[in-house]
């Protein structure tokens, strides 16, 4: 059964994910992905049903109850996520616009559910289903690793790597990386990751003691969005050591204290986006269906 959905905003997995959804014949309208020239494609000679609109009027509002934002909802807090609109598009005029309606997108900032529940919006993050956020460290750890390999000039095999956190990206990354014979140390502060770190036969530092043991390695993942390395851990790194954040911001580095050692930290967000939209988006369209047959009551 067919279904209308407006997809507001988003990156190449969404772009994808529209692709996908009018593949199955639902009839898909657009805002923020005007300049996603693969989909302007694809409405011309495969799809009639994807629609590129100018506005958010009442009319095709009329047509939908599900409203697909991008992931993340929002970077800064003040505009929706949309790389492919040449202008921005304000948090506050989207959600007036959608009132009464469900707005699915990923990685929504707390505050915006107050706001939400004042313009009857029912907020689903899907970035909450456990089965999506696991599947979506696939696509983060791999492209973690392929960021390391472009950003040195030597292979990785044999090297030294931390890795600040030990949630889910974290578990996989460790994994994937120990796969490829590289040493891997893993940093973490509660008793039970402790527990798991030495069960999967990682090396283990107190992410508390960190300091002058930081000297000895060549690679730093960070999955930690609170400040881990100041200036007084960083003082402590190889100036050829390479720092990579995986975290949200505001991150865990101190980058003016990087910057003034001469180390280099390249910014690795949104991964599951730039190296696997295609994977990315089917991820995404699986959680979309299942929460729309839990709304639904459908078995």
């Known amino acids: 059964m067919s279904t209308n959905f407006i997809i507001i905003g988003g990156d190449l997995r969404i772009v994808k994910l529209a692709e996908m959804l009018a593949s199955k014949g639902n009839i898909v309208y657009t805002y923020g992905l005007k300049n996603a020239e693969e989909l302007k494609n694809k409405k011309n000679n495969e799809f009639e049903n994807i629609h590129f609109c100018e506005t958010l009027n009442n009319e095709i509002l009329k047509e939908v109850n599900t409203v697909l934002g991008p992931i993340p909802f929002s970077k800064d807090g003040i505009h929706i996520n949309s790389p492919y609109s040449k202008n921005e598009i304000k948090l506050e005029d989207v959600l007036d616009s959608i009132k009464n309606k469900t707005l699915i997108a990923g990685s929504v900032s707390k505050d915006l559910y107050d706001i939400a529940k004042d313009k009857n919006i029912n907020i689903v993050d899907i970035m909450q289903n456990e089965k999506l956020a696991i599947l979506n460290c696939i696509s983060t750890a791999e ?147 299942e929460q729309r047959g839990q709304s639904l009551n459908v078995p």
């Open 143 to 289: 492209g973690a690793i392929d960021v390391a390999i472009n950003n040195t000039d030597e292979i990785i095999h044999g090297k030294n790597c931390l890795i600040l956190g030990f949630g889910r990206v974290s578990k996989v990354l460790a994994k994937k990386l120990q796969g490829l014979d590289v040493k891997v140390t893993c940093a973490a502060r509660k008793q039970e990751a402790f527990a798991w770190i030495r069960a999967y036969g990682y090396d283990l530092i107190n992410i508390n003691e960190l300091g002058d043991n930081l000297s000895k390695f060549d690679i730093i993942f960070n999955t930690v969005p609170n400040l881990i390395l100041d200036e007084s851990k960083i003082k402590y790194l190889k100036q050829k050591c390479l720092i990579i954040e995986l975290a949200s911001r505001p991150g865990g580095i101190d980058r003016k204290a990087a910057e003034d050692k001469g180390i280099n930290v390249v910014d690795a967000l949104a991964l599951p986006g730039k190296v696997a939209p295609v994977t990315s988006a089917k991820y995404i369209e699986e959680a979309i269906m």
